[in-house]
Nanobody
């Protein structure tokens, strides 16, 4: 069964850090480009970070650039999102997604597999 499972979300104070994990099962994640998306209440799903499946090329949205880092551990079939200097506006459900192919994309409709999401809440 093909599955992506996110973990690592939670409640954190502004300025704090969280590390999200996205573990794949049923397929080899290293063949796929992976993206992290988030969706806040009443807002559209936003692609915030992506990593390709060849040379590790990454992309970050302006909203997270310099604060978030996407990485992958192919041996563990896992992609991570390290989130530092968190702000209240980072509060959202965070999803990982995988797409066939080499190139990265922030278009949700170009991804083939999705996780169930993990809640991140940044509040004092």
């Amino acid at each position: 069964q093909v599955q992506l499972v996110e973990s690592g979300g939670g409640l954190v104070k502004p300025g704090g850090s969280l590390r999200l994990s996205c573990v794949a099962s049923g397929f080899a994640l290293h063949y796929y480009a992976v993206g992290w998306f988030r969706q806040a209440p009443g807002k559209e799903r936003e692609g915030i970070a992506c990593i390709n499946n060849s040379n590790g090329t990454t992309y970050y949205s302006d909203s997270v650039k310099g604060r978030f880092t996407i990485s992958r551990d192919n041996a563990k079939n896992t992609v991570f999102l390290q989130m530092n200097s968190l702000k209240p506006e980072d509060t959202a459900v965070y999803y990982c997604a995988a797409r066939v192919g080499v190139s990265i994309s922030t278009r949700a409709d170009e991804y083939d597999y999705w996780g169930q999401g993990t809640q991140v809440t940044v509040s004092s």
